[in-house]
């Protein structure tokens, strides 16, 4: 089994949309769990860190549950320019950082 | 947020020569870095963590005398492909930790590397 697994879609939605993705993992141990989004042929950047309690950050939220070992993120009224492969990220403790191979979302007008 | 660049951003080569990509933290120290690969729709890989002034930790399955690691300085580290050959096409990332939340990592734009 994979360490992280997400759907790798691609998820195709119109403007305005509420669209929601899973990741989950296998290692128990992981202590800090995030999202990344990454555009085509660039770099990742942080969307949001990923908390127990659940976070939310304008239109995304992002939630953790450790029972079942999934974290998800929710968007909101999809733009356009959420089009992007959104990775699903944790850290295993020290500098050991999984990433997930991505789910992708096209946003359609 | 802190800032890494990579240069070359694009590099083409032909078999068997080095290609070295160079990672600098443009406004910040960072004693580590990490050096990542991707593969098209595949998710990166950790190759190696690069830390200032000792060697390099490899992982599991990544050749250390075909990716060579320096980091000579708190700004800059480099990864030198060496005698590239078309499977080592890849886009190639840099990352360091941030100062605040070590957790988080910053990466650098990415270098694509293209084997002829």
């Known amino acids: 089994r994979k360490e992280v697994e997400q759907d790798p879609g691609p998820f195709n939605v119109p403007e305005g949309a509420t669209v929601a993705f899973n990741c989950t993992y296998s290692n128990s141990a992981s202590q800090s769990f995030f999202w990344y989004r990454q555009d085509c042929r660039k770099e990742p950047k942080l969307l949001m860190s990923?908390?127990?309690s659940g976070n939310e950050d304008g239109r995304f939220t992002a939630q953790l549950n450790r029972a079942s070992q999934y974290i998800s993120l929710l968007i909101r009224d999809s733009k356009l320019s959420d089009s992007a492969t959104y990775l699903c990220v944790l850290n295993t403790g020290g500098f050991k950082t999984i990433f997930g191979a991505g789910t992708r979302l096209f946003v359609k007008a | 947020g802190a800032v890494v660049s990579q240069h070359p951003s694009r590099v083409i080569c032909k078999s068997g020569t080095s290609v070295k990509i160079e990672c600098r933290s443009l406004d910040f120290q960072a004693t580590t870095m990490f050096w990542y690969r991707q593969f098209p729709k595949k998710s990166l890989m950790l190759m190696a963590t690069s830390n200032e002034g000792s060697k390099a930790t490899y992982e599991q399955g990544v050749e250390k005398d075909k990716f060579l690691i320096n980091h000579a300085s708190l700004t800059l580290s480099t990864l030198t492909v060496t005698s590239a050959h078309p499977e080592d096409s890849s886009f190639y990332i840099c990352?360091?930790?941030?100062?605040?939340?070590?957790?988080?990592?910053?990466f650098g734009p990415g270098t694509r590397l293209t084997v002829l």
């Open positions: 990352s360091a930790p941030g100062l605040a939340d070590y957790n988080e990592q910053f």
């Open positions: 990923v908390y127990s």
